[in-house]
């Protein structure tokens, strides 16, 4: 979750840096990449600092994310059972880990 809010972050950064202009839009309501760099450093100290005004919103927010996380550890689970029982291996030679042997050729014959 929070490598997509990155990701946002930084992907709406770059389209703030390109030199694009769209048909119709007014010139002095353009952003100036400099000032959207502080505004957004002014948005994450803001954020930063909730804990300290309301940490009630913290706490929910710390249980939502582990039990979001056990969630998606225990839905992953099932999915690797449901694919294992699908595409996995019935034939214990082919399992990785073991190797189907065969007697060695000594070269002796019993006469």
Do not use: H, N
């Amino acid at each position: 979750m929070g490598f997509l809010i990155k990701t946002a972050f930084w992907f709406s950064l770059v389209l703030l840096l390109l030199p694009i202009s769209p048909e119709g839009t007014d010139p002095e309501a353009t952003v100036d990449p400099l000032e959207a760099v502080f505004a957004a450093r002014a948005a994450i100290s803001d954020v930063s600092s909730m804990c300290d005004r309301q940490p009630d919103v913290c706490e929910t927010g710390r249980a939502a994310v582990q039990t979001i996380g056990v969630r998606a550890r225990e839905s992953a689970r099932i999915a690797y059972e449901l694919l294992d029982d699908q595409f996995g291996q019935s034939d214990p030679a082919l399992t990785t880990g073991t190797v189907a042997t065969e007697p060695a050729d000594t070269g002796a014959t019993a006469d």
